[in-house]
């Protein structure tokens, strides 16, 4: 009865996808045989489309994963800091009808889904297999709505924009049997048209500092497709900008990049576990298997470096995480637990395709974990990568609801030349400078005094900075370029 089960549900989405194909997935079935083809996450194809405007891009995408792999086994010995990455967000929600105008409790929810499911507070914990439960972890990442804007002022880390624009994934000018056309216009058009939603001037709404703040736009990523029966197509629920090196890349590669502004696209029905949106016919079958929330944690996941499971490969394909199984393709939205589709060897053992994983294509139902190799991973691009995005809070002063700090830390990154300055009147404090390998490099006092300069000596790198005073302990990571 149970293989039974499993079967009924691949057979209904298997049906679902092909009734669910437009004219662009249509396109691709035809010129690809894969039987995979479906609708999901847009953040690997736009990594491929860089890739086609500058060749090599994938190649250093590639390269950096491997360098975040070395630093991660070079850090084995790393000093334990009882502290977690806390990272402000703000949801841009731009919409055309009161329906895509998405309450404020969504996104309230939508908080607390990435905090249960990165913190791994979630209630279905428990239905990870046993196989898995020794590779799997908490991230010690939390998310913030975003408390002041980049002028300063308070905010509730939520923006509302009304736009003239229907459809952000545009308009699609060509019919059936256009396939050419079709593909030279999704090359051309289709992530210039999604991104259109974070930019104030092509009906979205721009960013705030991508460096500061992980900008979320959320809209109607439909495309419209008047030569098939006013289709409406969806292709991507979501899709997120990857990290890149800012430092050691070349320009020309940079700048192709840059164009896409750092963040994350998600469509307006994928928000939150409580959104009042539902889709339509012919995509309804999706309700309830990527309308959880999870579909946003999936794509933080690739904002933070995570490739998907699979590797958007066969078997031979590696998504550069050890303690992930390797599997031939997605799972189909389904929670399929009989899948084992690659021999693998993970601490001697042959585990089955992961579908508890949020970086699979699996049902929100069946996706409670990431391992803690994909933790390491997305702590190393928070400190290497991404290092002014995230607050390093002490985990008590969490739990006590302590966001704000005592101290402010400036600049950062820097060439060396810290400033720490009190906010408040604290009187004496103490500050220990540790290296990326947990080695104290600095350790001095401030007497009665508010503010303090000195110089952190060493290579270029990750520091952590303990300030310690009577009442009150902050840790701070700083890079010195």
Request: overall charge negative; glycine content about 6%; aromatic content about 10%.
């Amino acid at each position: 009865m149970k293989t039974k089960g499993v079967l009924t549900i691949i057979l209904s989405i298997l049906i679902v996808q092909s009734q669910a194909q437009g004219l662009i997935l249509q396109s691709k079935q035809d010129k690809q045989t894969a039987s995979n083809i479906t609708l999901g996450c847009g953040s690997y194809d736009l990594m491929q489309h860089l890739d086609d405007v500058k060749p090599g891009f994938l190649d250093l995408s590639n390269r950096l994963m491997q360098d975040i792999k070395k630093n991660i086994s070079n850090q084995g010995n790393t000093r334990s800091l009882d502290s977690i990455h806390v990272i402000p967000v703000v949801f841009h929600i731009v919409y055309n009808n009161n329906s895509e105008n998405i309450p404020d409790s969504v996104v309230q929810n939508q908080i607390e889904v990435l905090n249960h499911s990165f913190r791994r507070t979630n209630s279905d914990t428990t239905n990870t297999r046993a196989i898995f439960q020794n590779v799997v972890g908490d991230t010690k990442i939390e998310f913030i709505l975003a408390e002041t804007d980049p002028e300063g002022n308070p905010t509730t880390g939520i923006t509302r924009t009304q736009s003239d624009i229907e459809y952000f994934g545009g308009i699609l000018p060509y019919g059936q049997g256009q396939n050419q056309e079709i593909t030279d216009w999704v090359n051309d058009s289709l992530l210039y048209n999604l991104f259109r939603l974070t930019n104030d001037t092509l009906g979205g709404k721009n960013s705030w500092d991508t460096d500061k703040y992980l900008n979320v736009w959320i809209g109607d990523l439909r495309i419209f497709e008047p030569e098939f029966n006013n289709y409406k197509e969806l292709v991507y629920f979501g899709l997120s900008t990857p990290p890149i090196d800012h430092y050691n890349w070349p320009d020309s590669v940079l700048n192709n990049v840059n164009t896409y502004e750092q963040g994350i696209l998600l469509h307006y029905v994928n928000l939150g576990a409580n959104n009042p949106n539902n889709f339509p016919s012919p995509y309804h079958a999706y309700n309830g298997l990527v309308t959880s929330g999870k579909m946003l944690v999936h794509e933080i996941g690739h904002f933070l470096g995570l490739r998907h499971i699979w590797g958007d490969g066969d078997c031979s394909f590696d998504d550069f995480i050890y303690d992930t199984p390797n599997s031939s393709a997605a799972s189909q939205w389904n929670c399929d637990k009989t899948r084992n589709t690659c021999v693998d060897d993970i601490y001697g053992i042959d585990p089955p395709d992961m579908v508890e994983n949020y970086m699979d294509y699996s049902s929100g139902n069946c996706q409670n974990s990431f391992t803690l190799g994909q933790a390491a991973l997305m702590l190393n691009v928070l400190d290497y990568y991404r290092p002014e995005l995230s607050n390093l809070v002490v985990i008590d002063d969490v739990k006590n609801n302590q966001i704000r700090k005592s101290f402010i830390v400036y600049p950062n990154p820097t060439t060396g030349a810290v400033t720490i300055k009190s906010e408040y009147d604290i009187g004496n404090f103490q500050i220990i400078v540790y290296d990326n390998h947990g080695r104290s490099v600095k350790n001095t006092y401030s007497l009665d005094n508010n503010t303090i300069n000195f110089t952190i000596e060493g290579s270029k790198g990750i520091y952590f900075m303990e300030i310690i005073s009577n009442n009150r302990r902050s840790t701070f990571k700083v890079l010195k370029l």
